[in-house]
């Protein structure tokens, strides 16, 4: 008894507690004494199956005594099976007969004991205790593989295992390359398992099953999608007492991916170009990444523990304050200066981003930094070019701008615009490359005139400007004459030896003539124009009055525009006569203008600004193609039978061009070439590049070729003597006085003996008076056109002209 009370007692000293199940009443009653005599406790009698399950749900005893035959109460093997699907708890079988058959079915319940019927005390404290003896180890192994279990989920662990002798691998726990939960008794072949692993994976297990001792490795685990390759940590070994490989495995994916991402981040940091500082959040250096040294030739060493304030960002002067402050205190960028080891300083775009921890808070800072100087010197070529001329290196119209917006409104300065005379001439003839040469040697000029403050502006092409502050219009006239004559000095152009230009400049003066860079230019470039026709190489300061002639100017472009599309031009005839004999020798095409808005507009005040906007060209076309239309028609009709002459302006000349459109326009109105005379300027002479070879193409086709206003020029009489000249105008302006004046009396002479010389014939123009014939034809003119035979008249008046004799 005292044995059966030591050994059967539960938790806490109190009795193990019985559920008897037997449908013998007195059978049952005799159990429970037998029981209560041994210490125990029985805490009810079942007699059926359902009864049974009842109460074992309902009290939970320590251990049932279960009858295998209830009669009408049913079967005792199912209520055990039953009993145990709901709770835990150890049955023993009673009965009357222990045949075979009983025992399989009995064996299948898995009970802890079994007595026959009838039962002995010694016999049956016996098999209580062992009972209860077993389930409390069994219990205890159930914990610890539940304790373990646990372990092994909240470790995310896997236990797999290799019982020596067969070839299943048993997985239980967590493994996670074949499924996301926990695993029991999950059984795979060895060749399935195995072939998802590498194959040094592979070896090494091999090696394992076939000398045992110790497994370590980080495998690779292939699944059978593509991506789903996964990371584990295994650690295996064989063991004897379980005669069997056993190991735990771990899904370190995670780990290894982190691991992979952290050695591409140490090569980025490596590798960067960038410097990066890797500051705690004190904001002292830990460590620093190549770039950093290469950029400031700091050390690590040097550095670690320092802040960024302490040596890398620049500080001026003694009172140490700083030029450039990095954010530390948040993440943002920042253009900073800093210094390298050496003591030299660089521009530097800085970045300051906070490393936080899993509660946000910033546990280190990552500062990176690079080298802007190249940025900064592009930006300032960049300004540079935008505000600069990028031939001569003079400020551009940008430029100009700019400096006239920083002056004072109580401030007094002067603009002055210069247009360079001649330099078309030059760049044509020399080539665009010597044009440049020019360009680059007036703005050296101009540029090394200016004081500090002054600026000097290339518009483009060959305009210039000038803006002389505190210079007025008083001072202005000096400064604007040394700039005309240092233009106008000689300029080496060598190979082709050196040239000479002259300019016409404008003056404005501000506030005067104008507030803005629009106002001034506007008034210094009318002022420019005004000094161009009052004769070049010359200076005009800007008067209200110009303006009106500038806005004239601007009505004769845009009405010559509109005018030759309208019908508003019209060729009207001057005829040229021998002074003998009165004879029509030919006639004079000359170009008229006749506007709705302005009327008859002279020819002396269209001209010339044909000749400045481009328009001489089309203009000149059109009076020439009308000009031997009409005299061809003439002449085939039998009313006129001598020359038609024609002016051609220096731009047509020097349209490479020219001279088959104008073999093309004779060949087309079917006049004979002899009857075209073109009369060209010495001036014209002096602009054209490369004049005789065009003039002697234009001879050979037959045409005649006479130069007008000659004496009014400054032709070379060598250069004269090379052209294929037929005939020589004497200018109106020595005709008119040469009755009286004895100077251009001795103009005229010797004009008719160089003509003579050269084997050239004359005509005078501008005669209006019958003395002036007279003292031309004494004097060998043989040839005049003026208002004293007739004036320049429309063709229809012409033709009754002619017709009247």
């Not at 020596?164 to 795979?188: K, Q």
């Not at 230009?501 to 210094?524: H, K, N, Q, T, Y």
């Given at each position: 008894m005292?044995?059966?009370?030591?050994l059967g007692?539960?938790?806490?000293?109190?009795?193990?507690?019985?559920?008897?199940v037997?449908d013998?009443?007195?059978?049952?009653?005799?159990?429970?004494q037998t029981?209560?005599?041994?210490g125990?406790?029985?805490?009810a009698i079942?007699?059926?199956?359902a009864e049974?399950?009842?109460l074992?749900v309902?009290h939970r005893p320590?251990?049932?005594?279960?009858?295998i035959n209830?009669?009408?109460?049913?079967d005792g093997?199912s209520?055990?099976?039953d009993?145990?699907?709901?709770?835990d708890?150890?049955?023993?079988f009673?009965?009357?007969?222990?045949?075979?058959?009983?025992?399989?079915?009995?064996a299948h319940?898995v009970p802890?004991?079994?007595l026959?019927k009838p039962?002995?005390?010694?016999?049956l404290?016996?098999?209580?205790?062992?009972?209860?003896?077993?389930?409390?180890?069994?219990q205890g192994?159930?914990?610890a593989e539940?304790r373990?279990r646990l372990?092994l989920e909240?470790?995310?662990?896997g236990?797999v295992?290799l019982?020596?002798?067969?070839?299943l691998?048993e997985?239980?726990g967590?493994?996670p390359?074949v499924?996301?939960e926990?695993?029991s008794?999950?059984?795979m072949?060895l060749?399935?398992f195995?072939?998802h692993l590498?194959?040094?994976?592979q070896?090494?297990?091999?090696q394992?099953?076939?000398?045992?001792?110790d497994?370590?490795l980080?495998?690779?685990?292939?699944?059978?999608d593509e991506?789903s390759?996964r990371?584990?940590e295994?650690?295996?070994?064989?063991?004897?007492?379980?005669g069997?490989?056993v190991?735990?495995?771990?899904d370190v994916?995670q780990?290894?991916q982190?691991?992979?991402e952290?050695r591409?981040?140490?090569?980025?940091?490596?590798?960067?170009?960038?410097?990066?500082?890797?500051l705690?959040?004190e904001g002292?250096?830990?460590?620093?990444?190549g770039?950093?040294?290469?950029?400031?030739?700091?050390?690590v060493?040097?550095?670690?523990?320092?802040?960024p304030n302490?040596?890398?960002?620049a500080?001026?002067g003694?009172?140490?304050?700083?030029?450039?402050?990095?954010?530390?205190?948040s993440?943002g960028?920042a253009?900073?200066?800093?210094?390298?080891r050496?003591?030299?300083?660089f521009?530097?775009?800085?970045?300051?981003a906070?490393v936080?921890?899993e509660y946000?808070?910033?546990?280190?800072?990552v500062?990176?930094?690079t080298?802007?100087?190249?940025?900064?010197m592009?930006?300032?070529?960049v300004r540079?070019?935008?505000f600069?001329?990028?031939?001569t290196g003079?400020?551009?119209?940008?430029?100009?701008?700019?400096?006239?917006?920083?002056?004072?409104s109580?401030?007094?300065?002067?603009?002055l615009?210069?247009?360079?005379?001649?330099?078309?001439?030059i760049n044509?003839?020399l080539g665009?490359d010597?044009g440049?040469r020019?360009?680059m040697?007036?703005?050296e000029?101009?540029?090394?005139m200016?004081?500090?403050?002054?600026?000097?502006?290339?518009?483009?092409g060959d305009e210039?400007?000038?803006l002389?502050?505190?210079v007025g219009?008083?001072?202005?006239?000096?400064?604007?004459?040394r700039?005309l004559d240092?233009?106008?000095?000689?300029?080496?152009m060598a190979?082709?030896?050196?040239?000479q230009?002259s300019?016409?400049?404008?003056v404005?003066?501000?506030?005067?003539d104008g507030?803005?860079?629009?106002?001034l230019?506007?008034a210094?470039?009318?002022?420019?124009?005004a000094a161009?026709?009052?004769?070049?190489n010359?200076?005009?300061?800007?008067?209200?009055?110009?303006?009106?002639?500038?806005?004239?100017r601007?009505?004769i472009e845009q009405?010559?525009?509109?005018?030759?599309?309208?019908g508003e031009?019209?060729?009207?005839?001057q005829?040229?006569?021998?002074?003998?004999?009165?004879r029509?020798?030919?006639a004079?095409?000359?170009?008229?203008?006749?506007?709705?808005?302005s009327?008859?507009?002279?020819p002396?005040?269209?001209?010339p600004i044909?000749?400045?906007?481009?328009?001489?060209?089309?203009?000149?076309r059109w009076?020439?193609s009308r000009?031997l239309?009409?005299?061809a028609?003439?002449w085939?009709?039998?009313?006129?039978?001598?020359?038609?002459?024609?002016n051609?302006s220096a731009?047509?000349l020097?349209?490479?061009?020219?001279v088959?459109?104008?073999?093309?326009e004779?060949?087309a109105s079917?006049l004979?070439?002899?009857?075209?005379?073109?009369?060209v300027?010495?001036?014209?002479l002096?602009?054209?590049?490369h004049?005789?070879?065009?003039l002697?193409?234009i001879?050979?086709?037959g045409i005649?070729?006479a130069?007008?206003?000659?004496g009014?020029?400054?032709?070379?009489?060598?250069?004269?003597?090379?052209l294929p000249l037929?005939?020589?105008k004497v200018?109106r302006?020595f005709?008119?006085?040469?009755?009286?004046n004895s100077?251009?009396?001795a103009?005229v002479?010797?004009v008719?003996?160089?003509?003579?010389a050269m084997g050239?014939?004359?005509?005078?123009e501008g005669?209006e008076?019958q003395?002036?014939s007279?003292?031309?034809r004494e004097?060998?003119?043989?040839?005049a056109?003026g208002?004293?035979?007739a004036?320049?008249?429309?063709?229809?008046?012409?033709?009754?002209?002619l017709?009247?004799?």
């Amino acid at each position: 008894m005292t044995m059966a009370l030591d050994l059967g007692g539960a938790c806490g000293g109190e009795p193990d507690t019985v559920l008897i199940v037997e449908d013998e009443a007195i059978f049952a009653l005799d159990l429970k004494q037998t029981l209560q005599a041994l210490g125990y406790k029985v805490i009810a009698i079942a007699s059926s199956h359902a009864e049974a399950l009842e109460l074992g749900v309902n009290h939970r005893p320590h251990l049932v005594l279960m009858d295998i035959n209830l009669g009408v109460g049913g079967d005792g093997i199912s209520a055990a099976e039953d009993i145990n699907r709901v709770i835990d708890v150890p049955v023993v079988f009673l009965t009357a007969y222990a045949d075979d058959e009983i025992l399989r079915r009995a064996a299948h319940a898995v009970p802890y004991g079994y007595l026959v019927k009838p039962v002995q005390q010694r016999e049956l404290n016996a098999v209580v205790q062992m009972a209860l003896a077993r389930f409390r180890a069994s219990q205890g192994r159930m914990r610890a593989e539940r304790r373990l279990r646990l372990a092994l989920e909240r470790a995310k662990l896997g236990l797999v295992s290799l019982p020596m002798g067969t070839e299943l691998v048993e997985i239980d726990g967590y493994f996670p390359p074949v499924a996301d939960e926990s695993l029991s008794g999950l059984r795979m072949p060895l060749t399935e398992f195995l072939s998802h692993l590498s194959l040094d994976a592979q070896a090494k297990v091999h090696q394992l099953l076939a000398v045992g001792g110790d497994l370590h490795l980080l495998a690779r685990w292939q699944g059978i999608d593509e991506g789903s390759t996964r990371w584990l940590e295994v650690h295996a070994s064989y063991s004897e007492y379980e005669g069997a490989v056993v190991g735990i495995c771990r899904d370190v994916t995670q780990q290894v991916q982190l691991q992979d991402e952290l050695r591409q981040a140490a090569v980025v940091f490596e590798s960067a170009a960038d410097a990066i500082l890797i500051l705690n959040k004190e904001g002292r250096i830990t460590t620093a990444n190549g770039a950093f040294t290469r950029l400031t030739g700091w050390q690590v060493e040097e550095i670690r523990g320092l802040h960024p304030n302490d040596f890398l960002h620049a500080r001026r002067g003694s009172d140490r304050e700083l030029l450039a402050q990095t954010p530390l205190d948040s993440s943002g960028h920042a253009e900073v200066v800093c210094k390298r080891r050496d003591g030299s300083t660089f521009p530097g775009w800085e970045h300051v981003a906070p490393v936080r921890d899993e509660y946000g808070r910033v546990t280190q800072r990552v500062m990176t930094f690079t080298d802007i100087s190249a940025l900064r010197m592009a930006e300032s070529k960049v300004r540079h070019l935008a505000f600069h001329d990028a031939l001569t290196g003079l400020g551009n119209r940008h430029q100009l701008r700019e400096s006239l917006a920083l002056l004072a409104s109580d401030e007094v300065a002067c603009l002055l615009f210069l247009d360079l005379d001649g330099f078309k001439v030059i760049n044509d003839s020399l080539g665009h490359d010597a044009g440049d040469r020019l360009l680059m040697s007036v703005a050296e000029r101009i540029q090394g005139m200016l004081r500090l403050g002054d600026v000097a502006i290339r518009l483009g092409g060959d305009e210039f400007v000038l803006l002389l502050r505190s210079v007025g219009a008083e001072q202005v006239g000096g400064v604007a004459r040394r700039v005309l004559d240092s233009v106008h000095e000689p300029i080496d152009m060598a190979p082709g030896g050196s040239v000479q230009i002259s300019g016409s400049l404008g003056v404005a003066v501000f506030p005067r003539d104008g507030v803005d860079a629009d106002a001034l230019l506007r008034a210094a470039d009318i002022a420019m124009y005004a000094a161009k026709a009052g004769g070049r190489n010359r200076y005009a300061l800007y008067e209200s009055s110009m303006a009106e002639a500038a806005n004239e100017r601007l009505v004769i472009e845009q009405g010559l525009l509109q005018a030759m599309g309208n019908g508003e031009l019209s060729v009207h005839w001057q005829p040229q006569v021998e002074l003998g004999s009165r004879r029509i020798v030919g006639a004079e095409a000359l170009l008229r203008w006749k506007s709705p808005q302005s009327g008859n507009v002279p020819p002396d005040r269209f001209i010339p600004i044909a000749e400045e906007c481009g328009l001489i060209q089309p203009l000149g076309r059109w009076v020439m193609s009308r000009a031997l239309m009409t005299w061809a028609q003439w002449w085939q009709a039998g009313l006129v039978d001598g020359r038609v002459a024609v002016n051609v302006s220096a731009l047509q000349l020097q349209d490479e061009a020219f001279v088959d459109q104008l073999a093309a326009e004779l060949q087309a109105s079917g006049l004979p070439a002899h009857m075209l005379e073109i009369e060209v300027t010495e001036t014209a002479l002096q602009r054209v590049p490369h004049v005789e070879e065009k003039l002697r193409r234009i001879r050979e086709l037959g045409i005649c070729i006479a130069l007008d206003d000659f004496g009014t020029g400054y032709s070379s009489l060598s250069m004269l003597k090379m052209l294929p000249l037929k005939r020589m105008k004497v200018d109106r302006a020595f005709v008119k006085d040469v009755v009286n004046n004895s100077s251009d009396q001795a103009i005229v002479r010797a004009v008719v003996a160089m003509a003579n010389a050269m084997g050239m014939e004359l005509i005078a123009e501008g005669v209006e008076r019958q003395e002036q014939s007279e003292w031309l034809r004494e004097a060998g003119v043989m040839e005049a056109q003026g208002w004293l035979f007739a004036r320049a008249m429309p063709a229809d008046e012409f033709l009754i002209w002619l017709a009247a004799g």
